[in-house]
């Protein structure tokens, strides 16, 4: 499942799921936009777990749950708790992150 959050709200999804799959972005970043659809491609083969996109500039306390200080940063969290993140750009590192926490 993916969706992109509208309101600063993303410590209630993590909250309400067992499983979350979170993309840091930016409108500016280029990479992030880059990444976007290679995340929607996870998504779509997760379609369990909520792929969620997060603007890092508009949602502070969202961004704080990963302690989020460069873009993209890719993060996931299970019981409500913050698992891991990594900053790339690379569909690898990604994939690598998601694996841990979906089981695949």
């Known amino acids: 499942m993916f969706k992109e959050i509208k309101e600063d709200n993303l410590a209630e999804e993590v909250k309400n799921n067992d499983t979350v799959v979170v993309q840091y972005a930016a409108s500016w970043c280029g990479n992030c936009r880059l990444m976007k659809p290679k995340f929607k491609k996870l998504a779509s083969e997760n379609e369990e777990v909520p792929f969620i996109i997060v ?50």
């Not at 502070?60 to 790339?88: C, H, M």
């Open 55 to 104: 603007d890092a500039e508009k949602f502070p306390e969202s961004r704080k749950l990963a302690n989020v200080n460069n873009l993209p940063t890719f993060a996931t969290f299970k019981n409500g708790e913050f698992v891991n993140q990594v900053q790339t750009n690379k569909f690898e590192s990604l994939k690598e992150l998601v694996d841990e926490v979906t089981n695949h």
